[in-house]
T-cell receptor, first 110, second 113 residues
């Protein structure tokens, strides 16, 4: 069966510091991968999606970037965090239109 | 472009009472429809899905949703809620053959003992 992992589970970072969040999927090959952000009191915002290694599509302009160095690995990064980057970050993979989510990373930028 | 509307941001309901969470979507092509549930500080879990076939779909914990093409709706219902159903529920739509899913803004279901 397929599983999706995210780490870390929680993270507190100062403004201006770098960020690296990792997501890995097991039990499937060549999945479509997604990064979402969920800010307090708001819905899900799609940040990036990838249909293959090295193929990244950005949905919103921001100071975040994504990379897919391996088939089942998806990384979300930032060189300098902003206060507005705080939120709950969710990774997902998809199959037949359905998306399956990881446990999420709670990021607090102070 | 596809879109999803969940008009109710919060729905309080007494335990053992029925509940309906509303979802309307907009799309010019055939769609897949989903309901996800999110418990505090957790990821989203797929609750039920409509891909094709019967327009009434059910989950293992008593929820059901009916795809109504003429009204472009996919409302979620449960005849008797439990405290454990307290969570946020997201409706989502995906156009067939398209890679992205569009989510509604979510409805917080609060079950009152």
């Amino acid at each position: 069966s397929q599983t999706i992992h995210q780490w870390p589970a929680t993270l507190v970072q100062p403004v201006g510091s770098p960020l690296s969040l990792e997501c890995t999927v097991e039990g499937t090959s060549n999945p479509n991968l997604y990064w979402y952000r969920q800010a307090a009191g708001r819905g899900l915002q799609l940040l990036f999606y990838s249909v293959g290694i090295g193929q990244i599509s950005s949905e919103v302009p921001q100071n975040l970037s994504a990379s897919r160095p391996q088939d089942r690995q998806f990384i979300l990064s930032s060189k300098k965090l902003l206060l507005s980057d705080s939120g709950f970050y969710l990774c997902a993979w998809s199959q037949t239109g359905m998306q399956f989510f990881g446990p999420g990373t709670r990021l607090t930028v102070l | 472009a596809q879109s999803v509307t969940q008009l109710d941001s919060q729905v309080p309901v007494f335990e053992e009472a029925p509940v309906e969470l509303r979802c309307n979507y907009s799309s010019s092509v055939s769609v897949y429809l989903f309901w996800y549930v999110q418990y505090p500080n957790q990821g989203l879990q797929l609750l039920l899905k409509y891909l094709s076939g019967s327009t009434l779909v059910e989950s293992i914990n008593g929820f059901e949703a009916e795809f109504n093409k003429s009204q472009t709706s996919f409302h979620l219902r449960k005849p008797s809620v439990h405290i454990s159903d307290t969570a946020e529920y997201f409706c989502a739509v995906s156009e067939r053959g398209y890679q992205k899913v569009t989510f509604g803004t979510g409805t917080k279901l609060q079950v009152i003992p």
